[in-house]
Each structure stands twice: as C-alpha cells, then as structure tokens.
C-alpha cells in the first residue's frame, strides 16, 4: 500500500513504487494510480519543468549531472526523468542512466528514474507526465527530462515541459542543416556543450545557430518588444562544469519573464488539455485491439489488405464499424 503521506514526506521507495504502479498495464493498477494522482494533484505544479534533448554523443547525461549538482549544492532538489530506448526485437532497455550519473544518483538530494521507452513515439515514456507529478508532490523543485533524442522526441519533450533546451555540438559542420525548421522553433534554449574541445568551433556554431533563429523569426514575436523570452544560444562546458551558472540564469530569466507575461501558465494549460486527448487515443487504441467485434475479423481483413483485394482505406472503416457496432458478424 502506497501512503500519499510517505510520497510528500520524499520517501525515495514511496516515490519509486508509486512511478512503478504508474508503468503498470493492468486495470486494477490503473485505476488505483488514477486515485493517487488525484490525491497528489494539489501538491504539484510548483516545479520547474525542464526538458534536455540532443543526438546521442553530445553529452546529455554529462550535462544533466554536472547542473544536478550545481543545483543540489545551491538548495534545489532535482529529480531527472530519463528515458532508454527499449529493443524492437526483444522490447528490453538497458537503463543506464544511473550508472552514467553516479555522482548525482547517490545524492540524498536527487532522485533519478529511468524508464523504458516501450517502443513509445517520441522517446518519451508513456508515463512520463505522470512520474513528474510524483516527483513534484514529493518536493523536487526541479524536474528534468531527458529524450532518448530520436524521431519525435523534440515535439515530446517540449509538449511536456516549461523550458526546452537543445545541446548541440561544436563541431557538427554541415551537421546544421540537419536542424530541421521545426526544432528551432520549439527550442527555447540551445546549448553548444564540449566547448572546450574547439572554442572557436563552438563560437562558430553559436554564430551559425543564432543566425539561423533570425531568420526563423523568434518564434514568430518581434525581437525587440522585450516582453516575451527569446530563443538564444550559447556554449558551455558539461564535463568541466564551465558556463553552467550562465545557463541557469537564463533559465531563470526565462522563467521569471513568461511568468509575468502569462505565457507559461497557458502553455501548461494546453499541455494538460493535449495530455488528455494522449490519453484518449491511447485508450481508444487499446479498446481497438481488444475488442472482440474487431479480433474476430482482424485476422481475414488484414489477410485481404496484404493479399491485395482489400484497399488499407476501406479495411480501417470496416474494423471502425466493427468496433463502434459491436458486430461481429463477417465483414
């Protein structure tokens, strides 16, 4: 039995157990973590939401714990979310993360979870949003999470968080014109990490990058009307602990200023209403497959679909019809 008293006091087994019945598939589980996070919800959304993503190398983990314990030693408590991609083949995970933040997960101060993607678009575990408002009731005043930085993740991680940073490289080269439109314009902070290897790479970078957010337009505000936080780049040093004070007070002028424009609580109102409908159409597909209506035809209309003499289109409305009717008669 979890005791919601036990999670706001930070007990880190409370914690844990109640992230695990969270993971949990099966109903009764469900239904009784959808009562903890009831119980929970008035105890939360006083943390701030911070997510990291960048390709594999650039040193995501160096980075998240060199600003743990930068946190840690100047009285935060920081929880950090990670999430390993799972197999394909075999749907295992290694979950690393903590072997790759020993100094930080040995912390009494910091809780670190890692958790399977489970194949979840995005590189985002399923669950995520709802390991964070654990963490948040049990007192981290921080939050971060970090994407397996692949595919949709950077859609994931920002539609998730208060404040989205972007680690890139120094050297990446021509490795820029692979930062697509899209990521830009999510990104509120990029970081050019490993600066000290080149520092001149990585000014250069920083010049190509914050070149590049110009021409995106900032996020479609006008630069100089100094009411709303501006994309900005800069370089620091993870592995040296160098720039990382520079790093945190631009997360807290970013926090301070999209405070007061009303801005951040808007975009956790729409990230609740967006976590919803997640929710719906994750149901919905889980119902979908479940439902005898549809099982009992699954299997000869997707045997037409790859024979051939059934359009995608029409099998899809078929089985919708199955399942909203309840027929099971042959399709």
Same mark, same amino acid.
């Given at each position: 039995?979890?005791?919601?008293?036990?999670?706001?006091?930070?007990?880190?087994?409370?914690?844990?157990?109640?992230?695990?019945?969270?993971?949990?598939?099966?109903?009764?589980?469900?239904?009784?973590?959808?009562?903890?996070?009831?119980?929970?919800?008035?105890?939360?959304?006083?943390?701030?939401?911070?997510?990291?993503?960048?390709?594999?190398?650039?040193?995501?983990?160096?980075?998240?714990?060199?600003?743990?314990?930068?946190?840690?030693?100047?009285?935060?408590?920081?929880?950090?979310?990670t999430v390993d991609p799972s197999s394909s083949v075999s749907g295992g995970s290694i979950l690393g993360d903590k072997t790759r933040m020993e100094r930080l997960s040995m912390?009494?101060?910091?809780?670190?979870?890692?958790?399977?993607?489970?194949?979840?678009?995005?590189?985002?575990?399923?669950?995520?949003?709802?390991?964070?408002?654990?963490?948040?009731?049990?007192?981290?005043?921080?939050?971060?999470?970090?994407?397996?930085?692949?595919?949709?993740?950077?859609?994931?991680?920002?539609?998730?968080?208060?404040?989205?940073? @972007?680690? &890139?490289?120094? %050297? $990446?080269?021509?490795?820029?014109? #692979?930062?697509?439109?899209?990521?830009?314009? /999510? +990104?509120?902070?990029?970081?050019?990490?490993?600066?000290?290897?080149?520092?001149?790479?990585?000014?250069?970078?920083?010049?190509?990058?914050?070149?590049?957010?110009?021409?995106?337009?900032?996020?479609?505000?006008?630069?100089?009307?100094?009411?709303?936080?501006?994309?900005?780049?800069?370089?620091?040093?993870?592995?040296?602990?160098?720039? @990382?004070? &520079?790093?945190? %007070? $631009?997360?807290?002028?970013?926090? #301070?200023?999209?405070?007061?424009?009303?801005? /951040? +609580?808007?975009?956790?109102?729409?990230?609740?209403?967006?976590?919803?409908?997640?929710?719906?159409?994750?149901?919905?597909?889980q119902q979908f497959s479940q439902a005898p209506a549809v099982r009992a035809v699954l299997a000869d209309i997707t045997s037409q679909v790859l024979g051939g003499t059934l359009?995608?289109?029409?099998?899809?409305?078929?089985?919708?019809?199955?399942?909203?009717?309840?027929?099971?008669?042959?399709?």
């Amino acid at each position: 039995m979890i005791r919601i008293e036990d999670i706001l006091a930070g007990q880190r087994r409370a914690i844990a157990k109640a992230i695990t019945l969270l993971e949990s598939t099966r109903a009764d589980h469900r239904a009784e973590g959808d009562a903890l996070l009831t119980e929970l919800l008035p105890h939360t959304g006083k943390s701030l939401r911070l997510g990291i993503s960048g390709v594999p190398g650039v040193g995501k983990s160096t980075f998240i714990e060199a600003l743990g314990l930068f946190l840690i030693e100047r009285g935060h408590r920081v929880a950090v979310l990670t999430v390993d991609p799972s197999s394909s083949v075999s749907g295992g995970s290694i979950l690393g993360d903590k072997t790759r933040m020993e100094r930080l997960s040995m912390d009494e101060r910091a809780y670190i979870r890692p958790s399977p993607s489970g194949g979840t678009l995005g590189g985002v575990a399923e669950k995520t949003r709802e390991a964070m408002l654990v963490c948040e009731a049990a007192g981290y005043d921080v939050v971060i999470v970090e994407t397996v930085g692949v595919g949709q993740s950077e859609t994931a991680v920002a539609g998730m968080t208060d404040m989205y940073c @972007l680690l &890139q490289l120094p %050297n $990446a080269g021509d490795d820029l014109q #692979a930062i697509k439109k899209g990521v830009m314009e /999510l +990104a509120d902070l990029i970081v050019i990490n490993k600066a000290d290897i080149d520092a001149a790479a990585a000014t250069r970078a920083q010049a190509q990058i914050t070149s590049s957010l110009r021409l995106y337009g900032f996020h479609g505000h006008d630069p100089h009307e100094g009411k709303t936080w501006h994309p900005r780049v800069m370089q620091l040093s993870a592995l040296k602990s160098q720039g @990382l004070d &520079q790093f945190w %007070n $631009a997360v807290g002028e970013y926090r #301070a200023l999209e405070t007061a424009n009303g801005r /951040l +609580a808007h975009k956790r109102q729409h990230q609740a209403q967006a976590w919803m409908w997640d929710r719906i159409h994750a149901g919905l597909r889980q119902q979908f497959s479940q439902a005898p209506a549809v099982r009992a035809v699954l299997a000869d209309i997707t045997s037409q679909v790859l024979g051939g003499t059934l359009a995608p289109s029409t099998a899809a409305r078929l089985l919708l019809n199955k399942f909203s009717s309840g027929d099971t008669s042959h399709a």
